[in-house]
């Protein structure tokens, strides 16, 4: 009688802590250098792998860039507006100061209540 081919593999039911790390496959680099690959910091900055995050990263332009000139608004416009708030703080001295705060709270406005929404839907999730 032969020994089942999968008696070996990892059990699903266990928690993921029980199962333990996945052995490498024979002749391949060490248990130290396969978790070290896995744990790479750039794919860890990045949040994937830097081909996915590229492609990601196209579609939402593609996105946004639709929604904005659909809304007319150009990247040369948006540059010159850049440009123009830097000049006008820059020419403001120290009255730039509130004018930053306001800027901020206007986007806190927005920002904080979309960014709570959003940790609500992922509390949830799985755990980091």
Known sequence: MTENPFANW???DKPADARGAPEPLPGSAD???YLMASNNS???FLGGS????????VFLSLVVGALLMWLDLHPRDIL???KNFIDNIYSMGFDAVRVIFEYVA???VIVVPVWFVLRLMNSGGSRR
């Open 10 to 12: 990892p059990h699903l």
């Open 31 to 33: 248990s130290k250098d």
């Open 42 to 44: 750039l794919e860890n």
């Open 80 to 82: 010159r507006g850049v």
């Open 50 to 57: 830097p081909a996915a995050v590229f492609v990601r990263l």
């Open 106 to 108: 206007a986007g806190a």
